[in-house]
Nanobody, 128 residues
Framework: QVQLVESGGGSVQAGGSLRLSCVAS????????MGWFRQAPGKEREGVAR????????????TYADSVKGRFTISQGNAKDTLYLQMNSLKPDDTAMYYC?????????????????WGQGTQVTVSS
C-alpha cells in the first residue's frame, strides 16, 4: 500500500508564495519518479485530465509545465520520500487542487510520464 499525503495548501493573494509538501510511505513506490499535478475547479466534471505541473525524472532532472516555469521549483528531501513544490509569484490561474503522485518502484521515467499512485490533494486558491 502506497500513501502520499500532501500539505501546505491554502489561500493567498496574487504575487504570493506557498510551499507544498508531500510525504510518501508504504512499499513499492518510486522515489526517482515523483511529481506534482493539478486540476482546476470544475475541470474534473468536464472530463479534463489533471495537468502535470512539475516532475522529477529518472535522471534526477526536473521538468515543468510552461505555465509555471521560472515560478515553481520541485525538490526532494534528503531521504527522497518527501517531495516539495515551492510556488512563487502565484497567479489566479494557479488555483487548483494539487496532487502529489508517483510510479511503482523500478520504473524509468522521462518527459510527460503519467503516475499510478496519487495523494488526496491539497487546495491552493489564489485571489486577484
Amino acid at each position: 500500500q502506497v500513501q502520499l499525503v500532501e500539505s501546505g495548501g491554502g489561500s493567498v493573494q496574487a504575487g504570493g508564495s506557498l510551499r507544498l509538501s508531500c510525504v510518501a510511505s508504504g512499499y513499492g513506490y518510486s522515489t526517482r519518479c515523483m511529481g506534482w499535478f493539478r486540476q482546476a475547479p470544475g475541470k474534473e466534471r468536464e472530463g479534463v485530465a489533471r495537468e502535470g505541473v512539475a516532475r522529477i525524472n529518472s535522471d534526477g532532472r526536473p521538468t515543468y509545465a510552461d505555465s509555471v516555469k521560472g515560478r515553481f521549483t520541485i525538490s526532494q528531501g534528503n531521504a527522497k520520500d518527501t517531495l516539495y513544490l515551492q510556488m512563487n509569484s502565484l497567479k489566479p490561474d494557479d488555483t487548483a487542487m494539487y496532487y502529489c503522485a508517483t510510479l511503482p518502484g523500478g520504473y524509468d521515467c522521462s518527459g510527460s510520464w503519467w503516475p499510478r499512485y496519487w495523494g488526496q490533494g491539497t487546495q491552493v486558491t489564489v485571489s486577484s
